[in-house]
């Protein structure tokens, strides 16, 4: 395994970039739980692909 040698301007950019994407876990996953909560309490019983993945881009 070789190692590359990083400049600390560049290190601190990754870990300030790590740091960034980190917070951004929880709020997704919640996002991601509340959709779940609504799927499982649907009245109809039953929910779209598309209620719970969203619309596919048509190209």
Do not use: C, W
């Not at 929910?47 to 596919?56: L, P, R």
């Amino acid at each position: 395994m070789s190692f590359r040698y990083r400049p600390v301007a560049e290190s601190t950019n990754l870990l300030e970039r790590f740091k960034k994407a980190q917070g951004q876990v929880r709020p997704a996953v919640e996002a991601m739980l509340e959709d779940a909560e609504q799927a499982a309490s649907s009245e109809s019983g039953h929910i779209s692909y598309e209620d719970v993945f969203g619309a596919e881009d048509q190209e």
